[in-house]
């Protein structure tokens, strides 16, 4: 324990925001934990990431949430060039976010699993985070409290579409073919098109997909996607101008009532509503 090294909040968070977003083409090295939260993402690289006893090799788009007690440290390959988005924030700021998420995502197995949860991204969710950080960046550092919403609203859409399907089964036990399906019906494209898209992408048959989710999910196809749907139009809520109907068929829903229902279930009020109140909506700059 004494070769551990323990990084406080401050300096590697924003005392007056409590976040700290950054891109770097360094590793670290250095066995560590730290008092605060941390996520980072890989692009155009590989890494070998040693975590709490094990190592991995790391690809390319992969995210990765680092909590405090998770021991770590990083190692590059030979030959290999590295591209990070690393993005920290503290306890409160977490206790703040996740109070609000509740139970949209699996909070508890996020935070207590043995390994950090990760994510597999496309190229384009990729640079659609590293494009949202580079704008926050140009934001001036002395307004605090639009740069702190930013940063609320960009964790808010990472955890929402990225861990709103946390396993409990080790990554490496999900058959291939499945996670690839999952990564692929996570694209407005596909998940509109409901389960029949799914079956269609995986290449299996629909009972065989449904016993491979609830095996390695814990939930139903149909259950995924309306959580899919539902994560994209929490999105359109805070991030667009589009009336309620309108996101409702956008997101995939073919009656409003249900899509109402579903989301007062997950959320606790209706869309309206929760477009009127939301604490990380952009309309909220004052």
Request: charge should be positive.
């Amino acid at each position: 324990m004494d070769d551990i090294r323990v990084y406080p909040e401050d300096p590697h968070t924003n005392p007056q925001t409590g976040f700290l977003g950054r891109f770097t083409n360094r590793a670290t090295p250095i066995l560590h934990k730290h008092m605060y939260y941390e996520l980072f993402i890989t692009r155009d690289c590989d890494l070998l990431h040693h975590v709490n006893g094990k190592e991995f090799l790391i690809k390319s788009n992969t995210l990765v949430f680092i909590r405090p007690d998770d021991i770590h440290r990083f190692r590059i390959p030979d030959g290999s060039n590295t591209q990070l988005i690393n993005i920290t924030f503290t306890r409160d700021i977490a206790s703040e976010l996740f109070g609000y998420i509740g139970d949209a995502i699996p909070i508890d197995a996020l935070l207590n699993s043995e390994l950090p949860p990760t994510a597999y991204l496309s190229d384009q969710d990729t640079q659609q985070i590293w494009s949202y950080l580079e704008y926050i960046n140009t934001i001036n550092r002395d307004d605090v409290k639009r740069c702190k919403l930013e940063y609320k609203i960009l964790l808010f859409e990472i955890f929402t579409k990225h861990f709103s399907q946390a396993v409990t089964k080790a990554s490496k036990d999900i058959p291939v073919w499945l996670k690839n399906t999952c990564r692929m019906m996570q694209h407005d494209k596909n998940f509109i098109y409901g389960f029949p898209k799914m079956v269609e992408l995986c290449g299996r048959s629909p009972e065989h997909l449904c016993r491979s989710m609830k095996r390695y999910y814990g939930i139903t196809p149909t259950e995924y996607i309306e959580n899919l749907r539902l994560s994209y139009a929490v999105n359109m809520l805070l991030n667009s101008g589009m009336s309620v109907l309108d996101i409702c068929f956008e997101s995939g829903f073919q009656n409003v009532s249900w899509f109402n229902s579903l989301f007062k279930k997950k959320h606790g009020m209706s869309p309206s509503k929760f477009r009127k109140k939301n604490a990380f909506s952009k309309s909220i700059d004052n």
